[in-house]
Every structure is written in structure tokens, then in C-alpha cells.
């Protein structure tokens, strides 16, 4: 199969081209699109042959239940059952935007969607692109990530390509997405609601409209599909910066690469041609999506051991953290 990658306009999405990409999901194909968190990649989600070549293209345990896509708030109410006013509330805060409801589903949503679960995840993305393709399709569309299951989420048409080219049907290409950090999946199928995955949405917003909100994620490693060594350095950046001094100065026989923040370079200056580096800046909205960037292209280039940086367990940081941790089976190394 020959993957075609359309180029899309953001803002004023090509009417043709999405309807061509439409045409291809209503078929039963699998079309890649751009949101503001990470590229996802669609199926029909009431057709279950559709969603189930998503698990295959992908390696995706069964178990894994997908994210049903939309673009309509009214849609909530026929993918699901609203207990109470919260659903209604945080859609009217948050979407379209970056946060995943987890609701007790309706009879219409597939079980295989749902990953055997009495309950599905549901999310209206803030991308003009995707709200297109779902409006022309004219059903929800299930979209986990368009990688790998396990590798760094796609931030860019290219990491899909890298990915599933010749798996799949096309690709909307979009170019950069602008979070680049997967949403939040919030449970609201029980009394205090349930962080199951940190993303985009902080807990501290969550809960200026919730009130109370528990969290509570999966292993760390459970999903790794990355063959490098990456370390987190923990402490302030002068400390960093002077164990890695000493560390490079002993000339490591590994292919080593610096992924740092601005603030951590101003004190190590300098460092060998041979060593690949990127300065990530200081704003962890920055960070996000030049480290999943990044994380590849180490990849690419034969890099055995990364080190970069770990972040602030709150907000942004305790999101990239969670998911970091995931795709590389990471080790957290303090520096006193």
C-alpha cells in the first residue's frame, strides 16, 4: 500500500482534499490528521473492522480502548450517558480542546472501541483540520496517536510517515502540532473524578471547575517501544551542568546526546562536536514537542545514551513526565 500524504491548510482546510480523506474513512480506510495535541489516526468509529486495522497497524493491545472523536458538543449525550451536570460543564470550559471525558458509554458504541469497558473516552479537538474530516465523515471518528504503539507520540505529518507509511491510507499534512502533548483523560463514571492520564489539562484547572480531582496513572513503563538510554537530570541547572562536565570529560565511549534547557546550557558552555545537542529553551510548552522531535531524530542517528532533563511533577511537567517515562523506560537521576 502506497500511503498519500495531502498537504492541508490549517485554518481554511481544502474542501476536496478532506473530502477525499473522508471518502477514505467511509470506506473503511484509516486516514492520519493533525490536532492541537499530536497527529491521531482515524477510523470510522462505528464501523469495528475499521477500528480493529487501527490495532493492528499500530500493535495495540485489545485491552487499550481508543478515543472517539467529535465535532459537536451535543454529541456527548448520544455517545453516552450524563449522570450529573460535569460532562456538560467541563465541555463548556474545555472543548474543543485537549481534556478526554470517560463516561459510561450508550449501546452504539462498539465494545471494541471501548476496550471491552462499560465506558468510552470522549474528546472534541481544537483543530480546524480534524474538526473537518469528522464533520465531512459525519460519524465520531476513533483516533488514538498515529505512531507505533510505544513510540514518541507524532507531532508532525513526517512522524506519522516515519511510523506507518505504506499501512495506511493518507495522511493530512498539517505541519507542526501546537501542544504537542497529549490530552488529559479525566473518569467522570464515579463520584470524584479520576485523572487516568496527565496531558494538557493541569489538575489545578480541573479542579477550579470540579473541585476535588484524583489522580491516578499506569506504570511508567508499561508502553515502551524506545531503544534509547534516557537519563533525567534532576536538581537546579548549575548542578546539572557540572555533572555533565565531569561525565563528558571522562570521554564515554557511548553515542551521547544533550537535550537541555536553555538555563542548564548557560552553565556547561561548550561541549565536544562529536556529542549531538539541542537547546529545548526554558517553557515547558516548548519543551514538549521538540523533545518527542528530538527523541526520534536520536533515534535515527545511531544516539545511544540521552540525557535531558526531568521537569516539575505539576501541570505541564507532571503531563510530559508521565508520558516520557512511558516511552522510554527512562531512569531519574538526582544531582545533589
Not at 99 to 113: F, N
Not at 234 to 257: D, F, Q, R, V
Request: with cysteine; proline share 5%.
Amino acid at each position: 500500500m502506497q500511503t498519500k500524504v495531502w498537504s492541508v491548510a490549517v485554518e481554511k482546510p481544502e474542501e476536496e482534499i478532506i473530502a477525499k480523506a473522508a471518502q477514505i474513512i467511509k470506506q473503511g480506510g484509516l486516514v492520519a490528521f493533525p490536532t492541537e495535541t499530536v497527529y491521531g489516526l482515524g477510523a470510522d468509529g462505528f464501523n469495528e473492522t475499521a477500528v480493529q486495522r487501527i490495532f493492528r497497524v499500530k500493535k495495540r493491545p485489545l485491552n487499550q480502548a481508543l478515543i472517539l472523536h467529535l465535532a459537536e458538543k451535543a454529541d456527548l449525550e448520544k455517545l453516552a450517558f450524563l449522570e450529573d451536570e460535569r460532562a456538560w460543564k467541563l465541555a463548556h470550559f474545555f472543548w474543543p480542546g485537549p481534556l478526554t471525558l470517560v463516561l459510561p458509554k450508550r449501546e452504539v458504541v462498539p465494545g471494541i472501541v471501548s476496550g471491552g469497558l462499560t465506558t468510552v473516552g470522549l474528546r472534541m479537538p481544537n483543530h480546524p483540520v480534524a474538526l473537518a474530516l469528522i464533520r465531512a465523515v459525519g460519524v465520531p471518528l476513533a483516533a488514538p496517536s498515529a505512531n507505533c504503539f510505544g513510540r514518541p507520540s507524532p507531532t508532525k505529518g513526517e512522524h506519522v510517515l516515519q511510523d506507518l507509511g505504506g499501512k495506511i491510507e493518507a495522511i493530512l499534512e498539517a505541519g507542526s502540532t501546537s501542544l504537542g502533548l497529549e490530552s488529559t483523560v479525566l473518569d467522570l463514571s464515579q463520584k470524584v473524578p479520576l485523572i487516568l492520564r496527565s496531558g494538557a489539562i493541569s489538575k489545578e484547572e480541573l479542579e477550579l471547575v470540579l473541585g476535588k480531582v484524583d489522580r491516578k496513572e499506569a506504570s511508567i513503563v508499561s508502553e515502551s517501544g524506545c531503544p534509547l538510554k534516557v537519563i533525567f537530570l534532576k536538581g537546579n541547572a548549575e548542578k546539572k551542568a557540572k555533572y555533565l562536565s565531569t561525565y563528558l570529560a571522562k570521554k564515554p565511549s557511548e553515542k551521547i546526546a544533550l537535550l537541555l534547557t536553555t538555563a542548564t546550557w548557560g552553565f556547561l558552555g561548550e561541549v565536544p562536536a562529536v556529542f549531538y545537542q539541542r537547546d529545548l529553551g526554558n517553557q515547558l510548552e516548548q519543551i514538549a514537542p521538540l523533545l518527542y522531535e528530538e527523541l526520534r531524530n536520536c533515534e535515527a542517528q545511531g544516539i545511544e545514551v540521552v540525557f535531558t532533563e526531568a521537569y516539575e511533577e505539576k501541570g505541564w511537567g507532571q503531563a510530559l513526565m508521565s508520558r516520557l517515562l512511558k516511552f522510554t523506560q527512562g531512569q531519574i537521576q538526582v544531582i545533589e
